[in-house]
């Protein structure tokens, strides 16, 4: 297998993120339902997971799964505030689509073709 940063930086946040909370590989491997060998395998970048196990890997883990594929994981902090932000936008941009003129659609005329 040909490795590439991404794989680098993934395989790095695994097993840092896995022994911050304090799990050996049987652990994880165990609460994500696969062998230990394979978590093994990925965190020597000699593996690829499947998404569906990046999931359940940051769910175990308490992580956003996109921690794990980025160089310096974002603080707490900053991406709460990130979160609070986008959730200002939506709310706006909510509020401007239910405030949006309704055009009624069955009192305009059809076109003939």
Known sequence: MTRTPIID????????NRKKKGLTQSQLAEKVNVT???IAMIETEKNNPAMDLVERIANVLNI???ELFIKKPIPKDVMDTIKNDVREVVKEVVAELYNYPRVDISKTTKRSH
């Open 9 to 16: 930086i993934f395989a790095k946040n695994l097993k840092e």
């Open 64 to 66: 956003e799964y996109y």
């Open 36 to 38: 230990s060998h394979h």
